[in-house]
């Protein structure tokens, strides 16, 4: 883990109140992995906002340039979205536990609902590097000014099918949907899920990995202060551990097998 001040070198809007913003670190690229994330502070000499704010690692490219993909939701993400080119920001990390990577000759099959897009752009890069088969990819969002990112995802190897809650653009319906579908129809393919969104998309998929036997990990959200563990403010139940009853997802996930949490709790 590392502490580091990094200048911004760009900071754009790409959708609806939704951003992109990359900075160059050699250190912090070199030790990160897909599912891990940052915690950011605006500056290190400001109060305010007072608490770093948690960014899944979006991407890295160039070998050192790393990105985040964020929305605009309350005070904090406002004011990160006004910063501009060479602006500092503070950023510490990575943090967390990653994604575990699928064999090559396995089918992975990536869902992502809304800013659950953020941490599988970043496993996406990585399994397109080693995987044999195309990979899969369920991409949900509640209408289509939402939606981003389609063409780079497409440009990973990537066969993509989207869904909107409206209709606007894509299949009309949930991500969820075309899970259901799809194990009707390629269960005996055996996919490695990996998954980001919603809690509740989460569970439905979750369940339905497990319910079929197939290896499920999911990228949980959580209210975290600190990063590290010690605030204990993202406390999940345990689905499976008899000597920890609550995992927390900063210091334990953010990435989980889907058998590791009780989703009755949730």
């Known amino acids: 883990m590392l502490e ?18 990359g900075f160059r670190s050699a250190d912090l690229a070199s030790l990160a992995k897909p599912g891990q994330f940052l915690m950011i502070h605006l500056d290190r000499n400001t109060k305010d906002p007072l608490l770093r704010r948690p960014f899944s690692i ?26 501009k080119e060479d602006d500092p920001i503070s950023v510490v990390g990575p943090l967390g536990n990653g994604f575990t990577i699928s064999g090559p000759h396995e089918r992975p099959l990536l869902i992502a ?10 496993i996406a890069q990585a399994l397109n590097k080693i995987q044999k088969h195309t990979i899969k990819m369920f991409l949900g969002f509640s209408t289509s000014q939402e939606v981003v990112l389609v063409d780079q995802l497409k440009g990973l190897n990537i ?4 869904t909107t809650e409206d209709g606007s653009l894509g299949i009309k319906g949930l991500v969820t949907d075309l899970l259901d579908e799809y194990l009707r129809q390629e269960l005996n393919k055996k996919p490695v899920i990996y998954a980001c969104g919603p809690t509740l998309m989460l569970k439905k998929v979750a369940q339905k990995a497990i319910t079929s036997n197939l290896r ?3 990228s949980l959200e959580g209210c975290m202060a600190c ?40």
């Open 159 to 162: 066969d993509l099918s989207l």
């Open 227 to 266: 990063g590290l563990g010690i605030c204990q403010g993202c406390a999940v139940k345990a689905g499976n551990s008899k000597d920890k009853p609550y995992y927390y997802v900063c210091q334990d996930g953010p990435v989980f097998s889907s058998e590791m949490i009780d989703w009755r709790a949730i």
């Open 113 to 122: 609902g809304g800013m659950g897009i953020a941490p599988l752009f970043f």
């Open 58 to 83: 979006h991407r890295i490219q160039d070998r050192n340039q790393l990105m985040i993909l964020y929305k605009i939701v309350g005070k904090g993400t406002l004011l990160l979205s006004s910063l």
């Open 216 to 218: 499920c990990y999911v």
């Open 4 to 21: 580091e001040t990094v200048l911004i070198e760009f900071n754009r809007q790409i959708g609806k109140d939704t951003w992109l913003m």
